[in-house]
């Protein structure tokens, strides 16, 4: 039902920041849980972060202290600032919808994150 679409992926270098943003096209943005997952060349998709509607967070060991993520339940957004960036962090982002009434989950068509010298 809700229609996502990911923003902000690049190449940076090891170290570098990305803000990689969310837009949800829903009438009932706060019936979902978000959350951020990443796929790398080979592997499974993982979760990175999670966010509940009233704000309630958790990460992946991985990225713990290092990414944070975020949403504007006025503007239907949700965000996943990533600071210290690694090579292993290089992946394909997906934002994900969670309903929380329907136990579904919906998927964007992801973007790319590469950190590398």
């Known amino acids: 039902q809700v229609q996502l679409v990911e923003s902000g992926g690049d190449l940076v270098q090891p170290g570098g920041s990305l803000r990689l943003s969310c837009a949800a096209s829903?009438?009932?943005?706060?019936?979902?849980?978000m959350g951020w997952y990443r796929q790398a060349p080979g592997k499974q998709r993982v979760l990175v972060a999670r966010?509940?509607?009233?704000?309630?967070?958790d990460y992946a060991d991985s990225v713990k202290g290092r990414f944070t993520i975020s949403r504007d339940n006025r503007k239907n957004m949700i965000y996943l600032q990533m600071n210290s960036l690694k090579p292993e962090d290089t992946a394909v982002y997906y934002c994900s919808a969670y309903h929380t009434l329907t136990l579904r989950n919906n998927w964007g068509q992801g973007t790319q994150v590469t950190v590398s010298s």
């Open positions: 829903t009438t009932a943005f706060s019936i979902y849980t």
């Open positions: 966010i509940t509607s009233n704000s309630l967070t």
